[in-house]
C-alpha cells in the first residue's frame, strides 16, 4: 500500500469538525444580526425554532449519540421550569438579569442532579423499557408538581419579569433562547466529538461489544444522560421566563417529548445539524405554512414521522448524504 | 510453570443446574498459541464468557498477569489488555470500518497511546485498508471476521481470545486470517484460540485443550492431543493422518 493510502484513513465522526465550526459561527452570526431585519412574527417563528432545536439537540445527546430514547425528556424542561420560576420569586431583591442568571443555574443544577440520582437504575434499562419508564418519570414528576400546593403547579406561579428596561421582551427572549440553544449544540458538540462521541455510539451500536473494548459504558450513559437532562432544563427554564406564568400543564407535555424525537427523525438521528434541520422544518411546516389550519398542526406532524420513517430512516440530512453520495459517483 | 500470562483454575459454571464447564484448569505461556478444540456445546465459547467477565463463574479462578479477573468488569479486564473476537462478528453496524478500529483504538488497554496509528496499523495488519471508509455493514462475511480481529487488535491485547475466527471463510480467507494469527504470536501476544479445523489447528497451535462436555480431556502438543485416544474416540472420531503433522511450520 502506498502512503497517500494511509493518508487517506479518517474517521467519518471526526473528519470534518473545522467545516462545522465554520457553519456554526456562520450561523450564529446570521442569526444574531436577524432581528434587524425580521418582523414580529418571523421572530416568534425563531424562538420557537431555538427552542426546538435546544430540546432536539439535548435530547439527541442520549437517544441520537447513546441509542437510549427517552419518550419523557419534558421532566427536564419541566422541573427546570419550576426551579426557576420558584427561586425566582424569592429572588426579587437583586436585579432582574441576577434573578434570571441564578433561576437558569439553579435549575441547570437541580436537573443534573436529580438526572444523577435516577441514571444509574434507569439506565439498566434497554430500548423500550427505558423509552417507557421515562414516559412514567415525566408524569410522575408533573404529578407531584401538581399535587404538592408548595410547587403551585396547578394554579399556575407567575414568573418575574427579567427584561433589562428598555429592551422589547421578545428581542431579549429571542436572544436568550438563540444562547440556549447554542450552548445544546456547542456542548453537544464538544462531548461527541472525542473519545465520548466514540463511547457514546458503540453503546448505541452494541453495548456488550463496547464493554471488550475497554469502553466503561455505564459511566458514559450516564454522563449523556445527565448532560442531556441539563441542557433540557436550560431551555425549560428559559421558555418559562419568556412565556411569564407557566402550570403543569404548561411545561409537562408529552408534545414536547415528542417533538425532541420527531425532529431528530425528520432531520437525521445521531448528529447534531440533524435536530436541528429538524427543528426548522417542523417549525416552519406547522407555524408557518399551517399557519391558519391550527388543528391540521398534530395531524401533520404525526403524517410526517409516517412519511420519514417509511421513506428516510435517516432523516433529512441522510437523503442529503445520499444524493451527494451519488453525484460524486 | 509459573511465567504464565493467564492461569485458569478450577473453572466451573452451570446453567439452571446444568454443569456447562466443569473443573477446568489450564495455563497459557506468553507468547504462544493455544487452540481448544472440542465439539459444539462443548463449553468453548462459555470459558470465553468466564475469561471476560460476560458471565459470572461459579467455582474456580481466573489470574491474568497476576491479577484476578473473577470480580472485574468486562471493561476492566479489557484494559489489562485481553482482547475478545466473537464467534458471530460484531462490528458496529453503522460506522466505517475505521471508526471501528479507532473506537477501540481511543480505549482498549490503559496507557499511552496514539490513537490514529494504532487504528491505522490494525486495518493494514488486517488487510483492510481498501475497505476502510466503508460503513461496516456493507461488508462482505471475510471482511467482517476481519474487522472482528482489526478491532481486537487495536485494543493493544496482550492476551487475544478469537472464538472461530475462520468459521465461514473459504480456504483463501482462512489462510489469511491463520496468517494474521501467526503475526500476532511473532510480535509477542499470546492467543487463545477455538478452531474446528484440525488442519488449522495442527498449523498454528503452541499447545491444544481438549475439551468434551465441559471437561478437559486431553491437553498438551497438537501432535500429542490429536494422537490421543481419548480425544479421537470423543472428537476426531479417526486418527489423523499423518501428513497434518508434517505440515507444521517450525
Ligand atoms: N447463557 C447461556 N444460558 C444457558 N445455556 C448456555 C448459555 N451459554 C451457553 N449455554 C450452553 O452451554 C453449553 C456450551 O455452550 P458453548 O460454550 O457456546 O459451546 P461451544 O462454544 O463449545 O460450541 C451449550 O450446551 C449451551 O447451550
Ligand atoms: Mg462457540
Request: with cysteine; net charge positive; aromatic share 8%.
Amino acid at each position: 500500500m502506498t502512503g497517500l493510502d494511509r493518508l487517506d484513513l479518517r474517521s467519518k465522526i471526526t473528519g470534518n469538525i473545522g467545516a462545522w465550526i465554520a457553519v456554526g459561527v456562520i450561523a450564529l452570526v446570521v442569526m444574531a444580526a436577524a432581528p434587524a431585519i425580521l418582523t414580529p412574527f418571523q421572530m416568534r417563528v425563531g424562538m420557537s425554532i431555538f427552542f426546538s432545536a435546544g430540546l432536539a439537540v439535548a435530547w439527541g445527546l442520549l437517544g441520537g449519540y447513546a441509542g437510549y430514547y427517552s419518550f419523557g425528556h419534558t421532566a427536564f424542561l419541566g422541573i427546570g421550569a419550576f426551579t426557576g420560576a420558584l427561586l425566582s420569586n424569592y429572588l426579587h431583591a437583586v436585579s432582574p438579569l441576577v434573578v434570571f442568571g441564578l433561576s437558569i443555574l439553579a435549575a441547570v443544577a437541580v436537573c443534573g442532579v436529580l438526572a444523577a440520582l435516577i441514571a444509574y437504575p434507569v439506565l439498566r434499562l434497554r430500548h423500550s423499557y427505558f423509552a417507557i419508564v421515562m414516559l412514567g418519570i415525566a408524569y410522575v414528576a408533573a404529578e407531584v408538581i401538581n399535587n404538592f400546593d408548595w410547587f403551585q403547579g396547578s394554579i399556575g406561579i407567575v414568573v418575574p419579569q427579567v427584561v433589562p428596561r428598555g429592551m422589547r421582551p421578545e428581542m431579549f427572549f429571542y436572544y436568550a433562547l438563540l444562547a440556549a440553544a447554542a450552548i445544546c449544540v456547542v456542548v453537544t458538540a464538544l462531548l461527541v466529538s472525542g473519545r465520548v462521541g466514540y463511547a457514546l455510539m458503540t453503546i448505541r451500536e452494541d453495548e456488550d461489544t463496547a464493554k471488550m473494548l475497554g469502553i466503561a459504558t455505564e459511566r458514559y450513559k450516564i454522563l449523556a444522560f445527565v448532560v442531556s437532562a441539563m441542557l433540557t432544563s436550560l431551555v425549560g427554564v428559559v421558555y418559562a421566563f419568556s412565556i411569564g406564568f407557566i402550570t403543569t400543564g404548561a411545561v409537562f407535555r408529552t408534545d414536547f417529548s415528542l417533538n425532541m424525537i420527531v425532529c431528530s427523525l425528520i432531520g437525521g438521528i445521531g448528529t447534531i445539524v440533524g435536530p436541528v434541520f429538524g427543528a426548522i422544518i417542523l417549525t416552519v411546516l406547522t407555524q408557518v405554512v399551517l399557519a391558519d389550519a391550527l388543528s391540521f398542526r398534530l395531524a401533520t406532524t404525526g403524517a410526517l414521522i409516517v412519511i420519514i420513517v417509511l421513506l428516510a430512516p435517516s432523516g433529512v440530512l441522510g437523503l442529503v448524504r445520499g444524493a451527494a453520495a451519488r453525484i460524486r459517483q | 510453570m509459573n511465567g504464565s500470562i493467564l492461569t485458569v483454575t478450577g473453572l466451573s459454571k452451570s446453567f439452571r443446574g446444568l454443569r456447562v464447564i466443569n473443573g477446568i484448569s489450564f495455563q497459557l505461556q506468553p507468547g504462544t498459541v493455544t487452540s481448544i478444540i472440542g465439539p459444539n456445546g462443548a463449553g468453548k465459547s462459555t470459558i470465553f464468557n468466564l475469561i471476560t467477565g460476560f458471565l459470572r463463574l461459579d467455582a474456580g479462578d481466573v489470574v491474568f498477569e497476576g491479577s484476578s479477573l473473577t470480580a472485574l468488569p468486562t471493561y476492566k479486564i479489557s484494559r489489562l489488555g485481553i482482547a475478545r473476537a466473537f464467534q458471530i462478528s460484531k462490528p458496529f453496524p453503522q460506522m466505517t470500518v475505521f471508526d471501528n478500529v479507532m473506537a477501540a483504538a481511543l480505549f482498549g488497554r490503559a496507557g499511552e497511546r496514539d490513537p490514529t496509528k494504532v487504528a491505522t496499523d490494525a486495518i493494514e495488519r488486517c488487510g483492510l485498508l481498501a475497505v476502510a471508509n466503508a460503513t461496516a455493514d456493507t461488508l462482505t462475511v471475510g471482511d467482517q471476521r476481519r474487522l472482528e480481529l482489526a478491532r481486537a487488535l487495536a485494543t493493544r491485547p496482550r492476551l487475544l481470545l478469537a472464538d472461530e475466527p475462520c468459521a465461514g471463510l473459504n480456504a483463501t480467507e482462512t489462510k489469511d486470517v491463520i496468517a494474521v494469527i501467526n503475526t500476532l504470536r511473532s510480535s509477542g501476544i499470546t492467543v487463545l484460540l477455538v478452531e474446528h479445523d484440525m488442519k488449522t489447528v495442527m498449523s498454528v497451535s503452541d499447545r491444544v485443550l481438549a475439551l468434551e462436555a465441559g471437561k478437559l480431556i486431553a491437553e498438551g502438543t497438537p501432535v500429542d492431543v490429536a494422537s490421543d485416544p481419548g480425544v479421537i474416540q470423543a472428537y476426531l472420531g479417526v486418527p489423523l493422518e499423518r501428513s497434518y503433522f508434517e505440515e507444521r511450520p517450525q
